[in-house]
Every structure is written in structure tokens, then in C-alpha cells.
């Protein structure tokens, strides 16, 4: 700003300018300093603060635009009408009203449109006071966008790929809601921190040949995922190892433990908590519920696989993919990995593998009682 001396006191001829382009325009005040413009002088001339920014709003543009906002109230004063309240009416004589959705933002709604926006210029896209996350955070708690893992838009601050900072139609302010939310990235591969590949997770939705987990299929995404960070990897909203081998405890398993009975992998015999059984041998049990426990992942995919039962083709150990290959009986099924030979079990007439086992616990049920079990 170039200082002037509190006397200058020069006729205002521009006044033209605001009754010809400004009529019916809702006015700003703000307290100005005691002085006239001269004919024809461009605001810029002393405002020479203005449009050095990267991104500038183009209502100011060239400087003729200043008097779009700031009406001439009293040119011998440079003074200007009074501001109004709330700042959106001002906003709202050249844009949309951005409210025109059921589920608005309090902001908004309160006109507060300079707590986000400058009104004449910013380093940063859409003329925001502040890039997007810290944006947010002034008002939204930090804490619930941090942990082990975060979400790689959150981390590039793009909440508004998900959220409208004004209104939505969705709940939450959503663009959409998932799992069409999800798919507008996750349509294609995608990168990790890690630069491992992630794979794309539309196409498996997709499928009609893939089996689907039921809660992936309904798109439920947020019963396993939070959107923004989670203490889990993968974003996951509770415990689910990773590991080729899990020393059994039900808090390690908890995600799948929220929908699926922990009977199904603790009970050494059963009858009726797992299918997966060869006769009342629980073959669950048997593999998951030990020191060197095989975690689920190893066998499962939890969003949809192309074998029966969400079992996965491959399964990873180090460095190598150790194929596996199973298909169902009537009351049972046949599995074929490089952990073993080909086995089979059935919940009706227990198959008698030939494999070097740990000693089992429990009884054998009797012939009526695994008929009964049926
Ligand atoms: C001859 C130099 C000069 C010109 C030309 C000029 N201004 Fe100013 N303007 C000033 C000075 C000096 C101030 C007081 C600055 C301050 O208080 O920081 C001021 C204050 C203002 C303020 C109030 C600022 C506040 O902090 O309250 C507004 C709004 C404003 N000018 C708009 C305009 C507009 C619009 C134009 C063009 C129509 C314009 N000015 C042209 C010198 C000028
Ligand atoms: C889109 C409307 C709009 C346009 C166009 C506009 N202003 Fe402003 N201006 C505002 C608003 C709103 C404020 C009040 C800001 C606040 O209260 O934080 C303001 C405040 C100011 C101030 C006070 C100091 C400051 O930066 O907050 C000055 C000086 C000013 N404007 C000058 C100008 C000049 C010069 C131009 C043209 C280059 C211009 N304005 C164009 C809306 C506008
Ligand atoms: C005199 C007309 C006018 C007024 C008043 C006005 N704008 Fe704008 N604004 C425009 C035009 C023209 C554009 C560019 C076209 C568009 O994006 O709609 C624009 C663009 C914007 C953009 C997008 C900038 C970008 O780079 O993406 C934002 C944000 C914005 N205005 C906010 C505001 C806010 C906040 C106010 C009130 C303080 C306001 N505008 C008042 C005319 C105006
Ligand atoms: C809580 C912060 C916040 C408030 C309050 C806010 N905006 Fe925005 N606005 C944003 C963000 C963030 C964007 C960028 C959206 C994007 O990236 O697509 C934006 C974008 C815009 C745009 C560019 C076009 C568009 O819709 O994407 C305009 C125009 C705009 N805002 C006007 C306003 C007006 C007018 C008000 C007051 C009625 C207002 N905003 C209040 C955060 C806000
Ligand atoms: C000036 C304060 C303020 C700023 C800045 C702000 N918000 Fe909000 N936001 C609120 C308030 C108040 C609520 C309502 C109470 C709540 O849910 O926390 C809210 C609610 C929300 C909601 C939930 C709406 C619902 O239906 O439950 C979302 C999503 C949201 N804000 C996103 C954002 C995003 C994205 C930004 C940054 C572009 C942002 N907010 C910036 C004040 C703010
Ligand atoms: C990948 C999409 C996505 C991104 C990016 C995203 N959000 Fe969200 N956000 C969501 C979803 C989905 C919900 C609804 C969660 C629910 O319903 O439990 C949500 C909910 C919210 C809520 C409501 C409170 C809550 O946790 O339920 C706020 C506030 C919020 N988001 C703010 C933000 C802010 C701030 C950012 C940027 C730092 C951001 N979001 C980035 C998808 C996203
Ligand atoms: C705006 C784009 C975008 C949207 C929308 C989006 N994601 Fe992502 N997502 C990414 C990117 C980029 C990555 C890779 C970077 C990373 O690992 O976070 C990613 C990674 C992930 C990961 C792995 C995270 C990790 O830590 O390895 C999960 C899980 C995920 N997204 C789930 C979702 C879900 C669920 C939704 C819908 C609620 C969703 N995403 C919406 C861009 C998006
Ligand atoms: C039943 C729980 C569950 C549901 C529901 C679920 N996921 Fe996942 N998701 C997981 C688990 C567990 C992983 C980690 C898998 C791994 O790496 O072994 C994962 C991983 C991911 C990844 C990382 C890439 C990958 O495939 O490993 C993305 C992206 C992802 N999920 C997106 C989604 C989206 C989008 C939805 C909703 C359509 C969804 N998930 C529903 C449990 C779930
Ligand atoms: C939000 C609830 C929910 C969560 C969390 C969940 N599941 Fe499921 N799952 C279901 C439902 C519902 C079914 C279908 C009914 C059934 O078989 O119990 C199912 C079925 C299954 C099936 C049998 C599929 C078939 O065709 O026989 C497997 C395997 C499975 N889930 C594994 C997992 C694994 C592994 C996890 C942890 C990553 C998990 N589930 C987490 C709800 C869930
Ligand atoms: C060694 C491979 C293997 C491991 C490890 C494994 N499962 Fe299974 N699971 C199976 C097979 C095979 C079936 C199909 C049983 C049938 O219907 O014949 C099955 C079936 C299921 C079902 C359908 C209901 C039932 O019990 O019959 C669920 C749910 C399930 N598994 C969840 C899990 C969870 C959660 C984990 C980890 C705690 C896990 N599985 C670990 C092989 C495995």
C-alpha cells in the first residue's frame, strides 16, 4: 500500500462507475481513510497488494472489478456503503446459491463465507484462506485424521473429492455415497505409501465370475473401513492380522469378529459353529487356534475370491505365492495346497487324511449325532 498524506484531497469524478454498473448492489463498508480519488485512477494504483497472489478471484480483475463489492458511498471520502450481513448477500449477487442441497455445512449456512474464502486473491485454488486440511481443522478435530494409517487423499488434504464444503444431497456432506464414493478412485490400481499395488477395486465389484463377501457386495464399505485414518493398516476399523502365522487370540481377530462367531475357531469339536469341519473336528480350529496359527487372510479374501466360500486362488509367504485349489462336496470339500497333500473333510463321514498331525482334543461324535447334525 503507497502512503498518502491524510490531507490529499482530490475530486472523485469516477462516481459514474457505481451508479451506471452498480445499481440495486448490496454494499460494503469498512472504515476508509478521509480522501478522494482523482479521474480515472485505478484502485491498483495504491492497492498495489492486490493481484500478487497465485489465484485471483476474477470479480477484481484489472482492477475495475473493486467497485463490483465496494460501493462508492462517498467519493470525496473514498468511502463506502455500509458492509453487508451476513457477507453471503454480497457473495450471492454473481453466484449460485451454494445451499441448494438438503445437507448443509453450519458455515455456510451462516454466511460465513470469508472464514474459508478471501475475497480478492490466495495462493491457494478456490481463493482459500488456508490449504484445505488445516482449512478444515480449525474447526474439525486433527486427532480423527491421524493413526497408522491415513487415507491418501486426507494426506493430500483433497476432502472436497469427498465432501462438499457447502451442501450436499448425501448425508455428511458426501459427493456420493460409498460404494460409488470409493469407486470414483478405486475404479483403477492404485499406489501405497509403500509403492505396493492396490488392486482395483471396482473390478472385483464388478465381476459376476467372483464370489463377493455379503457386506462387500452391499457396499457396505465403512463396516470395515474408516474413510479418513485408523490405528489398523489398510485403514481397517479394527484388528485383522496380516501375517502368514497369528498366535491365536480373539482381539487379533476382532474385524471378523464383529459379524462371525469366535466359536467357529476356538471350539476343538463342534456340531454346529463351522462348516468347515471333518466330522466334529473343527478344521478352523485346527488351523487358526494355535502359536503358529494360519491367519485368515491366508485362506480367505475379504472382499470376494473365485473359489467357493471366499477361498482365495494364491496365498503369499514371503517371497513366493503358494497356489491353492479347492472345491466342494456334498457335506464337505477337497483342498489342494503346498502346506499339504490333497485332503478332503466331511461333516457327514470323517475322512481319514494321510497327514502327520498334532494330537486332537476332544471326542469323535458318534455316527447319529453327526446325522442329527446335518
Ligand atoms: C490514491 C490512493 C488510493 C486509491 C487510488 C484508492 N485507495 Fe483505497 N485506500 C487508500 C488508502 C491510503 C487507504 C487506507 C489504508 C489503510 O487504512 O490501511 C484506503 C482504504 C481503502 C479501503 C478500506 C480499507 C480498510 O482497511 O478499511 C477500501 C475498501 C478501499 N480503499 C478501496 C478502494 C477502491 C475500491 C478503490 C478504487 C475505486 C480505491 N480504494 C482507490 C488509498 C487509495
Ligand atoms: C468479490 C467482492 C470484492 C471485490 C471484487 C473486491 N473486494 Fe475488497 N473486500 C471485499 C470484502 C468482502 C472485504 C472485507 C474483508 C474482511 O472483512 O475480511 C474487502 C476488504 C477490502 C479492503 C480492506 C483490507 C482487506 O484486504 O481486507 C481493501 C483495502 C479492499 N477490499 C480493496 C479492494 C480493492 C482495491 C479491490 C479491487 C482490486 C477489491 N477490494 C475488490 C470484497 C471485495
Ligand atoms: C461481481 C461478481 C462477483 C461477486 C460479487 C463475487 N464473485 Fe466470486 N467469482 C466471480 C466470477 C466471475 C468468478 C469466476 C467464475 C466462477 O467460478 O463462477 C468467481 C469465482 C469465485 C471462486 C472460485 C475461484 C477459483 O479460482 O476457483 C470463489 C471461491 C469465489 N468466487 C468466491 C466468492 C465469494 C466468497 C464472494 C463474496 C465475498 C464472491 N465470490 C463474490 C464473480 C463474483
Ligand atoms: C467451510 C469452508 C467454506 C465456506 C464457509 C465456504 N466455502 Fe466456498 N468453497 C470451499 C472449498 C473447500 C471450495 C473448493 C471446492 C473444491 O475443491 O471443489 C469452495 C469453492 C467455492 C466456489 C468455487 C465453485 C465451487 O462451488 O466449487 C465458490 C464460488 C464458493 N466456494 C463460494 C462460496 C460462498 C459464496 C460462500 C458463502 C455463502 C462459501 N463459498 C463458503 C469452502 C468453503
Ligand atoms: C468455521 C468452522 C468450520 C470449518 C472451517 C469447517 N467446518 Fe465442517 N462443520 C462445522 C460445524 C459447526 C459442523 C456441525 C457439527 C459437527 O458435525 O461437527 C460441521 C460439520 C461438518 C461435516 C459433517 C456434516 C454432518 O452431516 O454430520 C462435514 C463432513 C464437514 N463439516 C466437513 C468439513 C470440511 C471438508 C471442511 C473444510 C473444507 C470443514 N468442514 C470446515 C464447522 C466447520
Ligand atoms: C475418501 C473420502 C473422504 C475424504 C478424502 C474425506 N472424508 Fe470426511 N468423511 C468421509 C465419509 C465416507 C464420511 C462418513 C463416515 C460415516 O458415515 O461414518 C466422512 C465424515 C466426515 C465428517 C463427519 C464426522 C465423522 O467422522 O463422521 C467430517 C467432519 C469430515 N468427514 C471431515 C473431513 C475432512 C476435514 C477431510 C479432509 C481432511 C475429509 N473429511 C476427507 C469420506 C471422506
Ligand atoms: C479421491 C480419491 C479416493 C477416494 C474417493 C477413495 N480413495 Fe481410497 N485411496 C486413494 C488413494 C490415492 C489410495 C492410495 C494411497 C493410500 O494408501 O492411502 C487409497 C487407498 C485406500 C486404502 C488402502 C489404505 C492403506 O493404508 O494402504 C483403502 C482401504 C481405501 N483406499 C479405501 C477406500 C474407501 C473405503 C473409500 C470410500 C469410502 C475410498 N477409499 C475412497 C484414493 C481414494
Ligand atoms: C468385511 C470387511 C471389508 C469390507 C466390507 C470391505 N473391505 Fe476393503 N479390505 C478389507 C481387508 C481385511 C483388507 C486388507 C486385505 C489384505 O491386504 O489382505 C481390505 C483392503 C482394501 C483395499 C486395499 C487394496 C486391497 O484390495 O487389498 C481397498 C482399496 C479396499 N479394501 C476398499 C474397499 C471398498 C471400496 C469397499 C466397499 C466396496 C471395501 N473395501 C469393503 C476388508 C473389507
Ligand atoms: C459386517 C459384518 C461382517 C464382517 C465384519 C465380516 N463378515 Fe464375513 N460374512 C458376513 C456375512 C453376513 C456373511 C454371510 C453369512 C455367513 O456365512 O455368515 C459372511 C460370510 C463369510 C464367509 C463365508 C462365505 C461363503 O460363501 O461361505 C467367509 C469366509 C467370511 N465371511 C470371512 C470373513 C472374514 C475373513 C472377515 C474378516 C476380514 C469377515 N468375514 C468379516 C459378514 C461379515
Ligand atoms: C486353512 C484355511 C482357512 C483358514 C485359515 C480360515 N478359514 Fe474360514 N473357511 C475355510 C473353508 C475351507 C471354509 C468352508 C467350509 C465349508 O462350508 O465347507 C471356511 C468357511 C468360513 C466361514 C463360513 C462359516 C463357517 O464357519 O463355515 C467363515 C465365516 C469363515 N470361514 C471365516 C474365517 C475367519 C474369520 C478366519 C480367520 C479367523 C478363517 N475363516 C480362517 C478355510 C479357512
Known sequence: MRNLPVSACVLFLCGFLSTELLVGTPSLCVASEVFALEEGQSCLECHDEMEKQQVLHPATEGGDGCISCHEQDDPLQHGFADRPEPIAELCLMCHEDPLAAAHQHPPVVEG????????????????????????????????????????????TNACSACHNPHAAKQA??????????????????????????????????EDEQAQLHPPFAAGDCGDCHRPHAAEQPRLLSAAYPFGFYQPYREEAYALCLNCHDPAAFSEPRT???????????????????KTKGRSCGICHSPHGAYQEHLLQSGMTFGEVTLGISYTTTENGGNCSTSCHTKVSYDRLAPVNNPLRVSPRQGEDATAEQLLEAK
Open 271 to 289: 456340531l454346529d459353529a463351522t462348516a468347515f469341519r471333518n466330522g466334529n473336528l473343527n478344521l478352523h480350529q485346527r488351523h487358526v487356534d
Open 112 to 155: 460465513d463465507c470469508l472464514f474459508c474464502h478471501n475475497p480478492h486473491q490466495s495462493e491457494h485454488a478456490a481463493l482459500l484462506t488456508a490449504p484445505q486440511g488445516e482449512l478444515c481443522l480449525n474447526c474439525h478435530d486433527a486427532d480423527a485424521f491421524s493413526g497408522q494409517s491415513v487415507h491418501g487423499p486426507v494426506t
Open 172 to 205: 455428511k456432506l458426501l459427493r456420493a455415497a460409498p460404494p460409488e464414493l470409493c469407486f470414483r478412485c478405486h475404479d483403477k490400481e492404485l499406489e501405497d505409501g509403500q509403492q505396493q499395488k492396490l488392486p482395483a477395486t471396482k473390478r472385483l465389484f
